[in-house]
């Protein structure tokens, strides 16, 4: 027998199992060492495709540093730190710096967040901007892609002379990856630009997901492309992209061309988080990692996609996410008023949300398999999406068969299960 713990918001759930009967399914991330101050240094002084960021940055410029929300792990409160001093100490001002969240369509980032995202010291020294995808005052256009969608972004990023975006590498379940592009749209657009670009992950003709949208995938994915002629036009001077391990300490950083260095962050990224696999299991047991992970449902369901390409068909899948915000959106749960996913794709067709699409996932999913949610949320809420409520991991073993095979994955939205 051995022993893991899965994370679970601030804490953890221990797990004891068969070795016969589950297979763990994890990188490892947890082996890497986290990055010295001097390391970070080091990268910022070794980017990839561009000069150094002493020669794009002059004394007289002014800068915004691009900075993700709390339902990110980023290792921004390192990074910030260490980019916000070496900026002052190559002479630019600190009234002339600005820090912006990427919130997208999230809400807001609270005072405490700020300090957790951005530490003391930032905060107290630096301004911090905020930004709302729905007040049009605070939008600037751009211009339009090629397949006619207005690019709409908040006015800061054309404000100041320089921008810098940090974020962090991760997958997504149908823009390919996180960070990069995705700090400026969805992270800083209008909702009307995000809505048009994320509307291009499903194929209203042939129904279901677009060809070329998944986690993972870049080339030939239209929701990347699309967020990446968005970045385009706000033409970012640098671009910070770091790898954390499951504590939220960055173990590499890639910096330079804010287009280059993310494609070879997403390229390191896939080697070394995922797993071949030869066959699907009956049973996948998934974590998310805790926090942010796991900060609410929206954000829960990234693990729950990973999880999915590792259960067979009419098998159990079984989630630990705790869910401290709730939903992540109040109005969520009025998606699972249609009676199937594709009454839902449907009503998407004419009245697209984003929220909206990862409902319509969920639900494909909720008909897929059988999902068991260990969660904080209310059993009348979890019901109502088609998920079965569990008070303990313990207790929605329970309800599966004592010999079916499965999977752990520990860390669900960092570890994509792909097949030789």
């Known amino acids: 027998m051995s022993d893991i713990e899965l994370g679970y918001g601030k804490t953890s759930v221990n797990f004891t199992f068969d070795e016969a009967r589950f297979s763990v399914l994890a990188s490892d991330s947890h082996l890497e060492t986290p990055l010295s101050d001097p390391e970070i240094g080091a990268a910022f002084d070794s980017p990839i495709s561009s000069a150094p960021l002493d020669e794009i940055v002059s004394p007289g410029d002014s800068v915004l540093i691009v900075v993700s929300d709390a339902t ?14 070496r900026l002052i100490q190559h002479g630019v001002s600190p009234s002339n710096l600005a820090i912006i969240f990427a919130t997208g369509i999230h809400r807001p980032v609270t005072a405490t967040e700020k300090v957790e995202l951005l530490t003391s010291f930032i905060t107290q020294r630096i301004r911090t901007l905020t930004h709302d995808a729905h007040q049009p005052r605070d939008m600037t256009l751009l211009g339009v892609t090629r397949r006619g969608i207005k690019v709409e972004v908040n006015r800061a990023l054309k404000e100041f002379s320089r921008v810098i975006l940090t974020g ?40 279901g997901r677009r060809a070329g949208v998944g986690p993972g995938r870049l080339d030939g994915n239209a929701v990347h492309d699309e967020c990446d002629q968005v970045a385009e036009l706000v033409a970012p001077a640098f671009g910070i992209n770091a790898v954390v391990e499951e504590r939220g300490h960055v173990v590499n950083l890639f910096c330079g061309d804010w287009r280059a260095a ?28 805790g926090l942010p992970y796991d900060i609410n449902l929206i ?8 999880a999915s390409y590792a259960c067979q068909d009419g098998g159990s899948i079984i989630l630990l996410a705790e869910c401290k915000d709730g939903l992540g959106r109040p109005d969520f749960l009025k998606w ?70 499965g999977f752990i994955l520990p860390r669900g939205a960092g570890l994509l299960p792909r097949f030789a």
């Open 72 to 85: 990110r792990a980023t290792g921004s409160a390192q990074v910030v730190n260490l980019l916000v001093r």
């Open 336 to 405: 699972f008023a249609e009676n199937s996913s594709r009454a839902l794709e449907e009503r998407l067709r004419t009245a697209y949300e984003v929220n909206g699409q990862t409902a319509w996932s969920l639900l494909t999913k909720a008909e897929r398999f059988r999902i068991y949610l260990v969660s904080d949320l209310p059993d009348q809420e979890v019901t109502r999406m088609r998920l079965i409520p569990s008070r303990s991991l313990d207790h929605a073993l329970a309800s599966i068969a004592k010999d079916a095979r």
């Open 299 to 306: 954000q829960a369901h990234k693990a729950l996609e990973m």
């Open 262 to 289: 993310h494609r070879v962050a997403c390229d390191h990224y896939l080697s070394n988080h995922s797993a071949t696999l030869t066959a699907k299991r009956e049973v996948v047991i998934v974590s998310c990692g």
């Open 168 to 207: 962090g590498v991760g997958y997504h379940y149908f823009a390919g990856f996180t960070g990069g592009r995705k700090s400026v749209c969805p992270g800083l657009a209008s909702a009307q630009t995000i809505e048009a670009t994320h509307m291009l992950a499903l194929d209203f003709e042939l129904r």
